[in-house]
């Protein structure tokens, strides 16, 4: 019997903060957390905060020259080199900025010792999902691969088969390459098409290393695509997927930046549409992966109207106490927001779609549709590599 779900939580991870300028800004996190609590959701689980990551566990996926150079850059941002990713447009050193990314770090990877140990059932780190970072350079606003460090704890751990679901508009295409060669890692991520937007890769073909053939899966969508096409997509790949594979552990990532109101991309998901993928990938950890889920974060730039409602329902689903979409916002809330933001904050936790429907693959398909070409694409490229029909 595994414990309570936990979130993980320090204040700290509050001052990754990239500036004024920044799309990135912590008051999502930190708008986040409140609304958790404005729901009851801290009495339904353990609230923790782990120890930041170290360096032996960095060390797991990062280069050491890299640590080296955004340690220096936390000391004297002006130092910062480029060349590592750090101190450009995307990722501007700021002092502090090692501890913090340690920090982030720190949850995601107590969260899958969590969960690996069954001191929790599930955990969920909202702060976490930094899926660019690469393993020798930062990349799209993130510094260390708390994703990445999570699964590969899990590895050294004694894990032989962990599942990555990322559905951030994004590729997580850092994931990706920590565990290109890996056969006991499986990452399948949606995302926006590389054609269309950042980091420009996540195309079909991208299968994984020739030892972990298949060990990568790409679902890249056409801009535009909305809740019906995203959820069809969804359930058209992952769940096979994850039958088959049975991993001992799933782990999530839930960037928000699927949201049609997101100013930095361009597919058209709703909260509602999110919620019901949040509560899929549950579903999927308890069918497959003995109920052990680690859910992250991830992007997400609509930081009022967006963000802290589609992690607060990842926290409720992960809680055991969903919330329900039709629910409406504490009011002790929507005064904090307009306070600390001088925006007027939703004032339910729904975009007024539920319930979301969606048509099934299993029911046929239309290869002149663009979003089945971008299902069929992916399925064709990486189905048979696993020994399944594409
Ligand atoms: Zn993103």
């Known amino acids: 019997m595994s414990g309570r779900a936990q979130l993980m939580w320090d204040e700290a991870v509050t001052g990754y903060d990239f500036g004024p300028e920044h799309p990135m800004d912590p008051v999502r996190l ?19 905060a782990a120890k930041p990551a170290g360096e032996s566990t960095l060390r797991l996926v990062h280069r050491d020259d890299y640590i080296e150079a955004v340690k220096t ?9 480029q060349s590592y990713g750090l101190g450009t447009v995307d990722d501007p050193a ?26 929790a059932s599930h955990a969920v780190n909202f702060a976490g999902g930094l899926h660019h970072a690469m393993p020798g350079g930062a990349s799209g606003f993130c510094i260390y691969n708390d994703a990445s460090l999570a699964i590969a704890r899990l590895l050294e751990l004694g894990a032989e088969r962990v599942a990555y679901i990322d559905v951030d508009v994004h590729h997580g295409d850092g994931v990706q390459a920590a565990f290109w060669e890996d056969p006991r890692v499986l990452t399948i991520s949606l995302h926006e098409h590389p054609r269309t937007l ?24 056409p801009a535009g695509t909305g809740d019906a096409g995203w959820l069809r997509a969804f359930h058209a790949v992952v769940p096979e997927l994850i039958a088959d594979f049975r991993p001992q552990v799933l782990v999530t990532q839930h960037g928000a930046d699927t949201h049609f109101e997101d100013p930095l991309a361009h597919l058209a ?18 069918e497959y992966a003995d109920g052990k889920w680690v859910a992250l974060g991830g992007g997400g730039y609509a930081v009022v109207e967006v963000v802290p409602r589609s992690w607060t329902h990842l926290v409720g689903i992960a809680a055991g106490r969903p919330i329900e979409p039709t629910a409406m916002i504490p ?42 070409q971008a299902v069929l694409a992916a399925r064709r490229a990486a189905f048979p590599l696993r020994g399944l029909l594409p």
């Open 30 to 48: 930190a708008l986040t957390r409140r609304l958790v609590d404005a729901f009851g959701l801290d009495r339904d689980m353990e609230v923790v």
């Open 73 to 81: 850059a936390s000391v004297e941002p002006g130092a910062a080199d």
């Open 94 to 119: 700021f002092a502090g900025m090692h501890d913090v990314s340690a920090m982030i770090a720190g949850q995601s990877v107590g969260a899958a010792e969590a969960v690996w140990r069954g001191e």
């Open 198 to 221: 950042f980091p420009q890769t996540g195309w079909p073909e991208e299968t994984g290393a020739a030892d972990a053939e298949g060990s990568a899966v790409n679902v890249a969508l």
């Open 269 to 286: 998901v709703s909260l509602d549409a999110q919620r019901a993928v949040q509560v899929a990938c549950h579903d999927l950890a308890h």
């Open 331 to 372: 009011e002790s809330w929507r005064q904090e927001v307009f306070a600390r933001t001088r925006q007027l904050a939703p004032a339910r936790m729904t975009d007024g779609r539920w319930p979301v429907s969606w048509a099934d693959w299993e029911a046929g398909y239309d290869p002149g549709d663009r979003l089945d």
